[in-house]
């Protein structure tokens, strides 16, 4: 069979067009960025965690900020960046895509669409205190009591690793008010990932009174 060169030059560019197209957008002004389906956690939380920014003709011209620039690299990254977000927040089977879109060739400036299927929650089941003998006398409730505020993790709550660290810390204050200087709290987690649900073990280990 012959084909023609310029047979060939047209399928050439028709299975071309896709690369081409990703390839000429490298570089463009990423000017407003909209993001779809992230019901639980708000647009500026995530953009501050994130890569890419959106900066506007007023924030470019008047304030004088650095224009992002559409980066595929820089995308695929916080793609996976973004997951990790929504997954430390306890959402586990979260899942993002980022594309471009109102594409302006002329001005090489486009917006970006951040699509987002946060999936259900991972929230706390059980939790419990485990102590050494020396210090049984310590129950979780009188812990919970001389917190200097109400623990973030509690039944039915949304699992979010930044509360188990700022719970921790409550956990080892209590201690401390309790004549335990030097209390050091670890947890352990017990994950149901078919329910979405996970327990969580307080184990502690204080030294002497003070």
Known sequence: MIISVRSFIMIFLLFSLPFIEVQAQENYEVRNIKIRGNETLDKD??????????????GKVVLNDEPFLYSKELIGLDVERLVRIYQSEGFLHATATIKPVDINDKKTKLNLLIEVEEGDPVTVDTIRLEVPAE????????????????????????????????????????????????????????????????SIKYSSNPEPLS
């Not at 939380?45 to 007023?58: A, D, Q």
């Open 135 to 198: 210090t049984k006398l310590v129950k979780m409730d009188s812990l919970f009591r001389r917190m200097n505020q109400k623990p973030l993790l509690t039944h039915g709550e949304r699992f979010r690793d930044e509360a188990i660290v700022l719970d921790l810390q409550l956990l080892d204050d209590a201690y401390r008010t309790l004549g335990y200087a030097y209390a050091r709290s670890d947890y352990q987690l017990n994950l149901n990932p078919g329910q979405l649900t996970t």
């Open 45 to 58: 939380f995530l953009l501050e965690r994130m890569v890419i920014k959106e900066v506007s003709w007023f």
